[in-house]
């Protein structure tokens, strides 16, 4: 995403230009590049959030014509108050000042972006008052294959482990890897964790990698968080974990397989302090599976296979 502020204009037309806000970060052109049909309405004196729909009914449609000519399409989700995705979708919601638009990420999801009530930041979209919600989607449902990368090599910097959901992490200096189940002493490893999955085993709940570097940039911006706020279990440095997504690696001898980003939530947000979970969207670490048993050692190797 991109920062994005509310574009000048009436208020009669605010709520089509905090989305359109929204939008152009999403897919990260400049707003001007959105078509936004005028509104006409006198200028009045007040709040950046308006009420009014008619000028965002209308410009829905002209995003929908402008993102299908370029692949892509703008879906209403049916129930967004439950709505669960580990990814963008913009909200209208209803405010005290009136009605804005803001953008979420995350599983739970939470305000990443609010450029009509800037007061809506890190808040919980649980907690919001939602009128309507919409996700941008490609049209090209098509997986196609990457080629095999080139090998990658890092090391481990920390590891870490809680024995129950939202307990502190501890620091270890040697962890167990039970292969189908994570380190030994985590609540992942024991079925016990916030989003251990309730009806049967799913890959990438074993184990959680995260790479110092980010936090060596997210310090260097003014955020404090450290290794345990992240609760993840192996801290790594020189090795690009996003690039471990669908490859086996090693970690020391223990055999483990890159699932899919471990993004942030606004869970994480609560836990470890407000205004983590937007630094962190595509940089909060990897989930993987561990395939063969075996020990994890603080400066063990971290090499992809």
């Known amino acids: 995403m991109?920062?994005?502020?509310?574009?000048?204009?009436?208020?009669?037309?605010?709520?089509a230009r905090g989305f359109a806000a929204c939008l152009a970060s999403v897919i990260e052109v400049p707003v001007t590049d959105l078509p936004l049909p005028e509104v006409s309405g006198p200028e009045v004196s007040g709040p950046e959030v308006s009420g009014r729909g008619e000028d965002l009914v209308q410009a829905l449609g002209a995003w929908r014509t402008w993102l299908a000519e370029r692949g892509s399409g703008l879906v209403p989700i049916a129930d967004p108050v439950r709505f669960q995705w580990p990814g963008w979708w913009i909200a209208v919601v209803e405010d005290p000042a009136g009605?804005?638009?803001?953008?979420?990420?995350?599983?739970p999801p939470g305000v990443v972006l609010s450029p009509q009530a800037p007061g809506l930041l890190g808040r919980a979209t649980a907690d919001l008052r939602i009128r309507e919600a919409h996700a941008v989607a490609s049209l090209d449902p098509v997986l196609r294959r990457q080629p095999a990368g080139p090998e990658l090599r890092g090391?481990?910097?920390?590891?870490?482990?809680?024995?129950?959901?939202?307990?502190?992490?501890?620091?270890?200096?040697?962890?167990?890897?039970?292969?189908?189940?994570?380190?030994?002493?985590?609540?992942?490893?024991?079925?016990?964790?916030?989003?251990?999955?309730?009806?049967g085993r799913r890959p990438g709940y074993d184990l959680t990698l995260m790479a110092a570097e980010v936090l060596d940039e997210l310090a260097a911006a003014g955020h404090d968080l450290d290794f345990a706020g992240t609760r993840r279990n192996v801290l790594t440095r020189g090795i690009d974990v996003n690039a471990l997504v669908g490859r086996r690696f090693r970690i020391g001898d223990v055999l483990c397989e890159g699932r899919r980003l471990c993004e942030?939530?606004?869970?994480?947000?609560?836990?470890?302090g407000p205004g983590v979970l937007r630094p962190l969207i595509h940089r909060g670490g990897l989930r993987a599976d561990v395939l063969t048993d075996g020990e994890i050692r603080r400066g063990a190797p971290v090499v992809s296979l």
Do not use: K
């Open 99 to 107: 009605t804005a638009a803001v953008l979420a990420f995350g599983t």
């Open 2 to 15: 991109i920062d994005v502020e509310l574009p000048p204009g009436p208020p009669a037309g605010a709520l």
């Open 155 to 199: 090391t481990v910097e920390e590891l870490a482990v809680a024995p129950a959901a939202e307990a502190p992490m501890r620091l270890l200096e040697v962890a167990r890897a039970r292969a189908g189940r994570g380190l030994d002493g985590d609540r992942y490893a024991a079925g016990a964790g916030t989003f251990t999955p309730r009806a």
């Open 264 to 272: 942030p939530c606004v869970h994480l947000d609560r836990l470890s």
